[in-house]
């Protein structure tokens, strides 16, 4: 798997977890039981999706009008604000690869991430919360340890903390702020959105490749509603000599999850 993510999900990481998910992804996941839950927070008040989340006034550093320059420090803070006051949410991601995926997200201090990976290997499903992670190996759950002499456990532990990475807002900050400037483009563009709906939003994109977090990023593109919010986001990276497009589209934003602790 990504990014993904999140919101603003990191694609770099997104990118390089995607090896990991193939290499774990051993069929169906079955179905999880659950012995507790991370909640999102619910929203003080009801855009991409049933709530209405107002941008942070980190956002009014970001000028969503045409040939507009914005740089990559003030698009990442905004990004994450943005994710952070929303508390939650979902998407999808695809990458020229083949893999697909979807998740649910936490966002904020604490966050955790759920979902699913396809992959030319099979299904994966994950459960990440801030202290533990979890991951589907041969068709079971297996609690995550990197430290551990068990190969599964150990496997679970490093796509766990790849997940954490892809789930943590200021690792997307990074890979937007490693692109210096950024450029408003002329027209808004439609986008189709995970939960069926449409919205229009800015293209903005990154002026010039740059590198971040050991990946090469040849292009991105993100796109933001004239309210600053993040409804997709599409990179072309080359992580070890593979160049990959991932994309992913943001919905339900400020809509209450609740990830589930699966019991092996």
């Known amino acids: 798997m990504r990014r993904s993510l999140p919101a603003a999900l990191t694609l770099a990481v997104l990118a390089s977890t995607m090896a990991l998910t193939s290499c774990a992804a051993g069929g169906p996941a079955p179905a999880a039981s659950t012995t507790a839950a991370v909640a999102s927070p619910t929203p003080s008040a009801a855009t991409n999706g049933p709530a209405t989340i107002a941008a942070p006034s980190v956002c009014d550093a970001v000028d969503l009008t ?29 990458a020229t690869d083949g893999t697909t995926g979807t998740a649910d997200f936490v966002f904020g201090d604490a966050p955790a991430l759920s979902g699913t990976v396809t992959s030319s290997g099979g299904t994966t499903s994950f459960v990440l919360t801030p202290d533990a992670s979890w991951v589907t190996i041969d068709g079971a759950w297996v609690q995550g340890d990197a430290t551990s002499s068990d190969p599964k456990k150990m496997l679970a532990g490093t796509i766990g903390q790849a997940y954490r990475a892809f789930a943590d807002p200021s690792a997307t900050a990074s890979l937007i702020s490693s692109a210096p400037t950024w450029t408003v483009q002329k027209d808004q563009d439609v986008v189709d959105l995970p939960d069926g709906t449409q919205a229009r939003a800015w293209r903005v994109q990154a002026d010039a490749p740059f590198s971040a977090v050991g990946a090469d990023v040849q292009e991105m593109t993100l796109w933001l509603t004239s309210g600053h919010v993040p409804a997709g986001v599409q990179a072309t990276v080359s992580v070890a000599g593979t160049q990959t497009t991932t994309t992913q589209h943001f919905s339900g934003w400020g809509m209450p999850v609740s990830i589930a602790t699966p019991q092996p």
């Open 66 to 94: 045409a040939d507009a320059a914005v740089a990559g420090a003030d698009l990442a803070a905004c990004v994450v604000g943005f994710s952070k006051a929303a508390g939650s949410g979902h998407e999808t991601f695809s």
